[in-house]
């Protein structure tokens, strides 16, 4: 299996600071995009990163991808404790249409 | 409008018996996709289907996993002789052809005694 790696597992922070995320991957790929789960059930997609982009924003979403050191980072800023989920990268490897998760980052954040 | 739906949203069973899941994709969207979640891990890509060609099961874990999708709208994963290994949350996605970003359902917590 290609599953990606994300780093750290577990992250816990205060409101107001920022959480930051990281996630590897082996192979080539297309894009990565990066979801949120609540309480272990649905995924909501956040944002997409085409391997031809470095950074991408969204709100108080910041993700940067370096496709020579295989790695993608997943920046949330003043954080709020409504935050506080489950996260997951996910790569969608050259020539295929599926994509492969990684292990995902709890993230707890309080207030 | 709708999204994704699932059921039953929680299923126990007892060892060797055989469950039915079920997906109804967001309307249009014509690729369904099944993912297993274990518990604290990641997702585990099952199954793909994209319109009518032949669906990727290159995931499917052993030949007690099947799925199914009739009229290119709604799909049934089968587990039979069920183990407790099978434990785990089902996940189904659905998305328009050729996008990248995939709509999940909530899922269906399958327990097996």
């Known amino acids: 299996s290609q599953q990606g790696e994300e780093d750290p597992q577990a992250l816990s922070i205060q409101e107001g600071e920022n959480a930051t995320m990281n996630c590897s991957y082996k192979?080539?790929?297309?894009?990565l995009q990066w979801y949120r789960q609540n309480s272990g059930r649905g995924l909501v997609h956040l944002i997409l990163i085409r391997s031809n982009e470095r950074e991408k924003h969204s709100g108080r979403l910041r993700v940067t991808l370096d496709t020579s050191k295989k790695s993608s980072s997943l920046l949330i800023t003043a954080s709020r404790a409504a935050d506080t989920a489950s996260y997951f990268c996910?790569?969608?490897?050259?020539?295929?249409?599926?994509?492969?998760f990684g292990k995902g980052t709890m993230l707890l954040v309080s207030p | 409008g709708a999204g994704v739906s699932q059921s039953p949203s929680n299923k126990v069973t007892e060892k060797g018996k055989d469950v039915e899941l079920r997906c109804d994709p967001i309307?249009?969207?014509?690729?369904l996709y099944w993912y297993r979640q274990s518990l604290g891990q990641g997702l585990e890509f099952l199954i793909y289907?994209?319109?009518?060609?032949?669906?990727?099961k290159s995931g499917l874990p052993s030949d007690r996993f099947s799925a199914e999708r009739t009229g290119g709208s709604v799909s049934t994963l089968t587990i039979q002789r069920t183990q407790q290994e099978d434990s785990a949350v089902y996940l189904c996605a659905s998305s328009l052809r050729g996008a990248n970003e995939q709509f999940f359902g909530p899922g269906t917590r399958l327990t097996v005694l």
């Open positions: 192979t080539s790929i297309n894009n």
């Open positions: 289907f994209q319109g009518n060609s032949a669906p990727d």
């Open positions: 996910a790569f969608m490897n050259s020539g295929y249409s599926t994509l492969t």
């Open positions: 309307s249009g969207h014509t690729a």
